[in-house]
Every structure is written in structure tokens, then in C-alpha cells.
């Protein structure tokens, strides 16, 4: 029964926060991943999830947000990993785990 709810919960999130990648975003940047409100919410999902499941919750709805509102070029879909390393790491950081952050920043 956890594993459904935690399911639920993550494409709830995951669609919310497609539509809000897919929203027109600050009206001075025209194009690139800073465009879309996704990377003002996205230790939200660090904060509900646990990290692997923040990872792919973050990954399914930036790449769904970026098909609906398709901004920039094919280029766009590279840099979109940021969303979900941020999710990843502050679902690590929130759980006090801070070795593999220290890695990440150390690589």
C-alpha cells in the first residue's frame, strides 16, 4: 500500500511540475532551462521523496515539461539533467547523507 501512495505521489508531482516547466517563465530570458519555474520548485520534490525516486520524479517531468512547451533548440534536453540532480540532491541533504554531495561537488 506505501509503494501506491508513494507512486501516486510522484506523478502527482510529476505532473505539476511539467506544467509549471511548460509555463512561460521570467519574461527576460527567452530561451534555455532557467526559463521554466521547474528549478524553483524542484527541492520540493527533494523534500518528499526519497532520492532515487526525487530523481525520477524531476527527470520524467522535465523532459514531459519540455516536449509541451518546447523552447530553445534539441540542445535544451542536455542541460535539462539539472533539475533532477538538484531533486537528488537535496532529498540527500535533507537525510543528512552528505557524502555523496560532497562527491558530486568534489567531481
Known amino acids: 500500500m506505501q509503494s501506491r ?7 502527482i508531482f510529476a505532473g505539476l511540475m511539467a506544467l509549471l516547466d511548460a509555463a512561460p ?23 518528499f521523496f526519497p532520492p532515487m525516486e526525487a530523481f525520477y520524479s524531476a527527470l520524467i517531468e ?14 535544451e534536453f542536455i542541460f535539462t539533467i539539472g533539475a533532477p540532480v538538484g531533486a537528488y540532491v537535496s532529498s540527500l541533504a535533507l537525510r543528512g547523507r552528505l557524502k555523496p554531495i560532497v562527491a558530486y561537488y568534489a567531481f
Open 5 to 11: 501512495r508513494s507512486l501516486y505521489f510522484l506523478a
Open 25 to 47: 517563465g521570467l519574461p527576460q530570458l527567452s530561451t534555455g532551462v532557467w526559463y521554466g519555474w521547474t528549478f524553483v520548485m524542484e527541492p520540493l520534490i527533494g523534500v
Open 62 to 75: 522535465v523532459t514531459v515539461g519540455h516536449i509541451i512547451g518546447f523552447r530553445g533548440d534539441m540542445y
